[in-house]
């Protein structure tokens, strides 16, 4: 049956954690789960995962892309905040895009969104430098 939640701060601040790969069993992404991991450069996500937390990545300095499978449906606030090198997330099938979700991702140049989302928050990405007009909506 295997693992189907990610704990709060499981892998807070590991700083030899450079690859991630979710087993298909796992559903959800608990509250800064890898939050300042600042090796991390890959995260290859679960094709079931539904949830992800508030700051579960967060100040994880390494990652460069991100892409969500459509089981992500919601998150909580700041997921990916400051991380400083990403520079493309492509989001399946969000409804809601929270508070601060991109803030301090200071290298961000596109983000794609589904047709689902009805709701972009406020600060969704404070302090970014490089995004121009690249919000897609597919």
Known sequence: NGIKTIGNSAFYGINTLEKI??????ESIDFY???????????VFAKNIEYIGHHAFDGCKL???I???K???YTGYSPFANCISLKRIKISAWEDVNESSFAG????KKIVLPSTVQRIAAH??????????RFLLC
Do not use: D, G, Y
């Open 67 to 69: 892409s969500l499978p």
């Open 33 to 43: 789960a890898f939050m300042n991991c600042q090796k991390l450069k890959q995260i």
């Open 105 to 108: 991702c200071t290298s961000l």
């Open 71 to 73: 089981s992500v449906t």
């Open 21 to 26: 790969i979710l087993p298909e069993s796992v």
């Open 63 to 65: 990652l460069k892309r």
């Open 124 to 133: 969704v990405c404070v302090a970014l430098l490089s995004l121009k007009n």
